[in-house]
């Protein structure tokens, strides 16, 4: 039997109190670690399906809060309704969402009226109504029915759309479903048109017999994602959130240093191929860092947009005068 060389022979390795003090060192250190990561904790985000959010389920699979304190968990919702109301009840404190349904949460449940302390993402067309070939724009939806979710997203789409062709909003019957219920009643031919978003509206823009009529693109800057937190929480745990930015912008580098198997990662979850998940951000714009600070400005890019969406709904009777609107911050923005 060959010996091993002088070097690599360590018999105090086999000594009881060695091992004992190594094995302490070890727990030692793992205890060191939980409590870097319990000093921030377990962070629930709410999420529902859309190209944007999925940076967070990345993030959430990489573990790529761990170095930063934080365990985030993202909490997947089947439609932007449900998101709200699990909300609203507070079984979330952080929600990725739009600026109108920010806007609902403060009509609905004013004491819980969020924050809003980082901008995802600005839909650049990614959002749409779409219709039968039937109809060539919107004028044709008149006395027809159209589907959408019971959102303010979803009827500020239509509201805007209608305003640029001067349709009555009240011209037109809706029909409230969840968005797979959407796509398949307007496949069965039961409704003219839906307003719809990836990747939902993946399959609809590639068959022959859908038209676009209508997207986010033609209302630039209106459509805007964003995460959003329960005020008193923040004040609370204002490290977590900041550590969930941190996080956020390490999803993004990700992205670019590993596109391939970080795609195939968030294209998985939407249940969609590689290709159609790239396809479908081409409508979606994500703001730099160095964007975040006047998005974000008390009477920046976010707030204007904010008031100014907030008086179109009320002028149309979809929203009350007397409630709250939504907050931006910079407090919790931080550099990758």
Sequence with gaps: MTSQPPSLQRPWLQ???????????????????????GSQGRLLVALTSWP????????????????????????QYSSLEDQRLA???????????NLPDAIAICQEVPKRCPELFLVIDQSEGADVIVSTSD??????????????????????????AFETKQVPFDQVRLLHEGPSA????????????????????????????YRVLSNSAQIPGEIVDVLAVNPAFAKRHPGMIRALVRTWWAAQALAR?????????????EQVSPAAFVASERGIRYPSPADQAEMLAPTGSVARVL???????????RLSAK????????????MP
């Design 323 to 334: 409630a709250p609107l939504p907050s931006s911050t910079q407090a919790f923005l931080l």
């Design 182 to 209: 959407l796509v398949s009643a307007l496949s069965k031919g039961k409704i003219a048109a839906i307003v719809t978003y990836p990747p939902h509206s993946d399959s609809l823009r590639e068959d022959s017999r």
């Design 87 to 97: 909300y609203g009840r507070g079984d979330v404190e952080v929600i990725a969402t």
């Design 15 to 37: 000594s009881p109190r060695v091992l004992a003090l190594v094995g302490l060192v070890l727990l030692a250190g793992a205890l060191g670690g939980l409590r870097l990561l």
């Design 257 to 269: 240093a590993e596109p391939l198997s970080s795609q195939a990662l968030m294209a998985k979850r």
């Design 307 to 317: 008031v100014r969406m907030a008086d179109q709904m009320i002028s149309a009777r």
């Design 135 to 160: 109809f060539v724009d919107v004028r044709g939806l008149v006395g027809q029915t159209v589907g959408l979710e019971r959102t303010l997203l979803a009827e500020y789409l239509l509201l805007r």
């Design 52 to 75: 944007g959010y999925e940076y967070l389920y990345l993030a959430e699979q990489r573990r790529l809060g761990h170095r930063y304190g934080l365990d985030l968990r993202v909490q």
